[in-house]
């Protein structure tokens, strides 16, 4: 269930209900609230999917409005892209709003901005785990290979 935006908020970012109807293969004459869910879902797991190497996800938004107005904005910005980018080609301005989006959950997990009210996690156990690899001295080498 989205927590971000409701399926109201993103139907009104569209022009009339038929475009929203046709974009969620609805046969009702209604937009799908499923698939427009599914849409809000999935763009708040990708904005997530950055900000929780900072912050608590999902992000409180009851105590802020700051941090509730940034947050639906976002997520409406990357779920009507994706809603377009189904069935058509998804207009310049559109592509620019996802990628500010996209850049700036981006911008939030490498610690160059914060959500506005909110405190980052100070625990690296609550954050996303990063990969870490190390390796010892290589064990073939053209010096130990040699005459093989």
Do not use: C
């Amino acid at each position: 269930m989205p927590s971000y935006a409701t399926t109201t908020e993103l139907t009104d970012r569209f022009p009339d209900q038929d475009t929203v109807t046709h974009l969620t293969n609805s046969n009702t004459g209604l937009p799908d609230t499923n698939v427009l869910t599914d849409v809000l879902d999935a763009a708040e797991a990708v904005l997530e999917s950055f900000l929780a190497m900072r912050y608590e996800v999902p992000v409180d938004v009851s105590s802020d409005t700051r941090v509730a107005a940034v947050m639906r904005s976002m997520t409406l910005d990357v779920a009507q892209h994706d809603l377009i980018a189904t069935k058509e080609f998804v207009p310049d301005a559109k592509v620019a709003l996802h990628d500010r989006a996209i850049a700036w959950a981006k911008s939030i997990a490498r610690g160059e901005a914060v959500l506005p009210g909110s405190d980052p996690v100070t625990s690296t156990t609550s954050r996303a785990t990063r990969l870490k690899s190390s390796f010892d001295e290589r064990e073939f080498t053209r010096e130990n290979q040699a005459g093989m």
